[in-house]
Antibody
Framework: QVQLQESGPLLVKPSGTLSLTCVVSGASIRSSNWWSWVRQPPGKGLEWIGEVYHSGSTTYNPFLRSRVTLSVDTSKNQFSLKMNSVTAADTAVYYC?????????????WGRGTMVTVSS | SSELTQDPLVSVALGQTVRITCQGGGLGTYYASWYQQKPGQAPVVVIYGKHNRPSGIPARFAASRSGNTASLTITGAQAEDEADYYCNSRDSTGNHLVFGTGTKVTVL
């Protein structure tokens, strides 16, 4: 059973950098799948941030591309998100999710999500 | 910003049928996946690929597509189906994933 677990600081100062890691268990991050980050501001909808492949290839939401970097660490079976120059608008629940590990062409496994607040 | 548009609110009487639509983006080319999200929980996929249901998802959930509009139909809605529903597909360029704006389904 594939499981994902997010971790990272829950409070980030404005203009700072948000950093989160997602540990994958029950599957190898080297499998032929993409690994994504999705966020959800309080009371609002889901927003796809971007995805990373085990090779390090990435695709980003064009509206966030200038501030986001995704990376993968195959030795630790995990992938990471960095978002710089954050503002209060980046306050959200951040989810990591797998694409197509169990069910094709879908975000089939999700982490529980971690609430990150941007505030001084 | 989302290229996939959904009606914000939909209500259905218990046991009746409700259809949720998702329009725009690359839906004329790509299938939509659908997600159910209950308060305080992560989304759960209810439809994937070419209108398939993951194991454990009731048969009352079904999907279809016509032109650039995807639909999720719940036939015989139950109280536990009350949730937010999001579609997901690719944008009009096909290069990026995007979520719909979301639909809150209330079961009366």
């Amino acid at each position: 059973q594939v499981q994902l677990q997010e971790s990272g600081p829950l409070l980030v100062k404005p203009s700072g950098t948000l950093s989160l890691t997602c540990v994958v268990s029950g599957a190898s991050i080297r499998s032929s799948n993409w690994w994504s980050w999705v966020r959800q501001p309080p009371g609002k909808g889901l927003e796809w941030i971007g995805e990373v492949y085990h090779s390090g290839s990435t695709t980003y939401n064009p509206f966030l591309r200038s501030r986001v970097t995704l990376s993968v660490d195959t030795s630790k079976n995990q992938f990471s998100l960095k978002m710089n120059s954050v503002t209060a608008a980046d306050t959200a629940v951040y989810y990591c999710a797998s694409w197509g590990v169990e069910w094709e062409e879908s975000f089939d496994v999700w982490g529980r999500g971690t609430m990150v607040t941007v505030s001084s | 910003s989302s290229e996939l548009t959904q009606d914000p609110l939909v209500s259905v009487a218990l046991g009746q049928t409700v259809r949720i639509t998702c329009q725009g983006g690359g839906l004329g080319t790509y299938y939509a996946s659908w997600y159910q999200q209950k308060p305080g929980q992560a989304p759960v996929v209810v439809i994937y690929g070419k209108h398939n249901r993951p194991s454990g998802i009731p048969a009352r959930f079904a999907a279809s597509r016509s032109g650039n509009t995807a639909s999720l139909t719940i036939t015989g809605a139950q109280a536990e189906d009350e949730a937010d529903y999001y579609c997901n597909s690719r944008d009009s360029t096909g290069n990026h994933l995007v979520f719909g704006t979301g639909t809150k389904v209330t079961v009366l």
